[in-house]
C-alpha cells in the first residue's frame, strides 16, 4: 500500500511502547476517525480481519469495545476512557478478551494518544505503558510495528475520506 505514512515504535522504557505515526490529514479528521465507531470499523482490523464490533461510549468513564473476526475466532479488546481533551488528547484502559470471551483483567494497558498538528498534518503519537516488561515484550512482537503502520495508512485513508 502506497502512502506517505511514516511510521516510528520505540522502546523508551520497561514497560513502554511509544509509536508516533506522520498522516497527511488535519488533527481534527484524524480524532474523528479514531473515536467515531463507523470510521473506526473501516481501519481498525487492517487486513487482519474484519471489525465486527465496534462501541465508543466518548466520556471519562466511558467504555469502548473493539471486536473482530480473524480465522472464524473473534479477537476482542475493550477498556475505559479516563482523561478526554477533545481534538488533542486520549488516555484510557485496553484489556484483551481471550477468544472465549474472558477479560484478561491482570493485563490491563494504559494507552495515551494525542493528536498534534502539523504543516503536513498530524502527528498521532501512542504511548502504550504495560504493567511489566515481559508484557510489554509480548505485545511489541517483530511484526507489531507493521500491523500499526498498515493501519495508520488506513487511518490516513479513512479520515482523509469524505466528511
Known sequence: ??????????????????VTAELAVP?????RAWTDPDLVRRWWAGSAGRATDVRVDLRVGGRW????????DEIAFHGTFREIVPGERIVSTEVFEDPAG?????????NTVTFTGTVAGT?????VRART???????AAP???????ERMELLQRV?????
Request: a negative charge; zero cysteines.
Open 143 to 149: 511484526d507489531l510495528a507493521d500491523e500499526l503502520r
Open 102 to 110: 474472558y477479560p484478561r483483567d491482570e493485563e490491563e494497558l494504559v
Open 123 to 127: 502527528l498521532l503519537t501512542l504511548l
Open 1 to 18: 500500500m502506497a502512502t506517505d505514512t511514516r511510521l516510528t515504535m520505540t522502546l523508551p522504557g520497561d514497560d513502554q511502547i511509544l
Open 159 to 163: 479520515a482523509a475520506g469524505p466528511r
Open 65 to 72: 469495545r473493539y471486536a473482530m473476526e480473524v480465522g472464524g
Open 27 to 31: 488533527p481534527q479528521r484524524v480524532y
Open 133 to 139: 516488561r515481559a508484557q510489554r515484550d509480548r505485545i
